[in-house]
């Protein structure tokens, strides 16, 4: 057999390869039925959802949920100047609540954020044998759904209403003893199924 028999069906490849890519076959990154492509950035806003009175109050970011992930919006809250720290942070937390309360944007809806926070839930400082940074809800963090928690959790310790080290102190209205409660990785991907972590804390 000669040596241009043996070449001539390698020669035909780069032919057959055109061919399929022409037909689309490549295109693997898009559906081809007859709705249209979905969007390659999920959760992703056509334009800032910042608020209007940021300018008058402390800019923060909040978590809300979006395809069963937690993802920051920017919002505000308004702090007195010169208020002391220790009230500062109740104030911080209070302002937090509300915003995770508040129905998204339009904006926000059209891509797809939701909240599990629903008003009415209270927030206050710490007694006085809890450490001094705690802050405790008025309904217990163990009554909260796991969307929830992991909303106040991931909200409160990324902000001033925490020590800013991924995790927050939290008690509920009654007698049990405040924990600490962190926001991994695990509950910011899967807030519905990863409870976040909590530990116990030393007395104030």
């Known amino acids: 057999m000669s040596v241009r028999r043996l070449l001539a069906p390698l020669a035909a490849l780069p032919a057959l390869a055109a061919l399929l890519t022409g037909c689309g076959i490549r295109a693997t990154e898009v559906p081809t ?19 209007s ?7 923060v970011q909040v978590f809300l949920l979006c395809r069963s992930s937690l993802v920051t919006v920017d919002r505000s809250v308004r702090v007195p100047e010169g208020t002391p720290d220790a009230k500062r ?16 944007s339009p904006s926000e809806k059209a891509a797809g954020y939701t909240t599990y926070i629903r008003g009415g839930i209270g927030v206050g400082g710490p007694r006085r044998t809890d450490p ?8 217990a963090p163990d009554r909260l759904t796991p969307y929830a928690l992991a909303q ?3 909200t409160f310790s990324d902000s001033a209403a925490a020590e800013g080290d991924g995790s927050v ?7 049990e003893p405040p924990r600490r409660y962190e926001c991994t990785d695990d509950v910011r ?3 519905g199924t990863a409870r ?3 530990s116990s804390v030393a007395a104030g």
């Open 189 to 191: 991907s899967r807030p």
């Open 169 to 175: 102190i939290l008690g509920g209205p009654g007698d």
């Open 196 to 198: 976040p972590p909590s």
């Open 53 to 59: 009175q940021t300018a008058h109050g402390v800019p």
């Open 89 to 104: 942070r109740v104030i911080v937390a209070l302002g937090l609540l509300d915003q995770l309360a508040e129905n998204p």
């Open 132 to 139: 001094e940074d705690t802050l405790r809800l008025s309904t």
């Open 33 to 51: 039925d007859f709705g249209g492509a979905p969007s390659r950035m999920p959760c992703s806003l056509s334009e800032p959802a910042v608020p």
């Open 152 to 154: 106040i959790v991931c």
